[in-house]
Nanobody, 124 residues
């Protein structure tokens, strides 16, 4: 069982940056892959970025490639999403999700545990 808590959301101007954090519980957090997703009201939750439990490989949606970076600190049981050059269309609730021994999955059904979400608003 893993519990996830996101933080770091907020209001930022276009072109600005934010860093989201996803803190996980449990001593085996390093065996879980983490994905970031986002959702705008009335639309499906969409993939943003993911890593693998082994570390090293990372995966991104085309819309954020080159602007967002996923990273982790297993000593702190935390995965980060560094978001740069933010655009108004990045406005959404951002969720992190985890799955045991995951390998960069891009679909919501592939994840077993979810955080409560954190709001990111980018003003123009």
């Amino acid at each position: 069982q893993v519990q996830l808590v996101e933080s770091g959301g907020g209001l930022v101007q276009a072109g600005g940056s934010l860093r989201l954090s996803c803190a996980g519980s449990g001593r085996t957090f390093s065996t879980y892959a983490v994905g970031w997703f986002r959702q705008v009201p009335g639309t499906d939750r969409e993939f943003v970025a993911a890593d693998t439990w082994r570390g090293g490989a990372t995966y991104y949606a085309d819309s954020v490639e080159g602007r967002f970076t996923i990273s982790r600190d297993n000593a702190k049981n935390t995965v980060y999403l560094e978001m740069n050059s933010l655009k108004p269309e990045d406005t959404a609730v951002y969720y992190c999700a985890a799955v045991l021994y995951g390998m960069g999955y891009r679909e919501t059904f592939q994840y077993d545990y979810w955080g409560q979400g954190t709001q990111v608003t980018v003003s123009s």
